[in-house]
Every structure is written in C-alpha cells, then in structure tokens.
C-alpha cells in the first residue's frame, strides 16, 4: 500500500497542503482534512481512500468559490471547469460541482451565448462573436442560436467606420486600414464593402 512520504504546505495557499505517496504528489487537501484524518508522514493509505478524503474535504469548498465567481459574471461550463482545474481540484470534485450547478441552473451554455451575443453585437460581428464564444467552450449549436438572432448590423459597421475615420485622410491607405480594422471586429467583405464609401463623404 502506497505511503505517506511528504505533507507540505503548499505556498500560495496556506490552508492546504500538498500530499506526496511514495515520493510523488497525489493531491492537495485543506489543512482541515489532514487533520481531521490524522494524516501522516509514513501512515499507510490507498489511493482510493485518499482521493474520497480529497473528495469529501474540498466538494462544499470548491462549489462555493463557484458561486462567488458566478455572482460577478456568467460563465460557461468550460470556464468553471478550468478555473477549478487552475486552482488544483480533482476531477471527481469538479464534476459533481458541475452537476450541482447544472441542477440549479447556475450554468447555461445556452443562455450565456444568448447574452454574450445580445451584449456584444454592437461592437462586434458575428465571426468575432463565434471565435471567442469557441475559446469560451460553448458548443456550435449553442452558437449557431444565438448568432442567428443578430438584427443587421449595418448601423453598427457605419457608426464604427464613421468614428474610425474621423480626422484621418480620405486616402485608400486609411481605406485599407478601415477595412482591416472592421475584418479584425469579425464583420465579413460583403458586410463592410457597402460602408467604406462613408469615409468618402
């Protein structure tokens, strides 16, 4: 059965510490759970009754930074998974912080693209849109919902060409660089292509 060989306050967070068996890190526990089980260096303990011990110690602990993160702003399944997975969780805990949260609704990929759509349609197109909703982790279908349920946007190209060019020179330089600025707020050739003329007037 595997040992005990090393418990270690870890640096950044002195109420947990680091659990090495037979020399090599396991797990991180609170303080509290060492404690509480009388933790050792040399005492005996398989991996499955540690990884409970990890489990039961940190589940409460994990959800309700979750929920102090969520009440700041809404964030998509991926972004909890990795905020938890950033600060040393087990699997076994995130998954069952995902459930919990899925049962109360607290995460809705569906929902989420929604408002990040509805809030960020007006600076920005719909490639735009899609690009940093993927690198969020909501899936395409997801996606597609929300993007659909843009209006045009041509008001919003024409204010952001119109407040781009002011004060600059009415040359194809400033053109191009227009053209480049619009492409990169994730606008498409045929969206922008009517509005480069507004620089003209």
Known sequence: MPIIT?????TKNKDRVNVHLDDKFFCGLTTEAVVKQNLKVGNEISEQEL???????DKQMA????????????????????????????????????????????INDALFAK????????????RRLRQEL?????SAKNIDEAISNIDSQDE????LAIKYMNNKE???KNYSKLYAYLTRRGFSYDQIAPYLK????
């Open 6 to 10: 090393q418990l270690k306050m870890q």
């Open 51 to 57: 990884e409970l011990v990890q489990f039961e110690s």
């Open 63 to 106: 959800f309700n930074k979750v929920l102090n993160l969520i009440s700041k702003s809404q964030k998509t399944k991926k972004q909890i998974k990795d905020y938890l997975t950033t600060k040393g969780y087990g699997q076994k805990t995130i998954d069952y912080v995902i459930l919990k949260l899925e049962e109360y609704n607290y």
């Open 115 to 126: 408002n990040y759509v509805n809030f960020n349609a007006s600076s920005k197109g719909a």
């Open 134 to 138: 993927i690198q969020k982790g909501v």
């Open 156 to 159: 919003v190209i024409e204010r």
């Open 170 to 172: 009415k040359n194809q």
């Open 198 to 201: 507004i620089s003209e007037e």
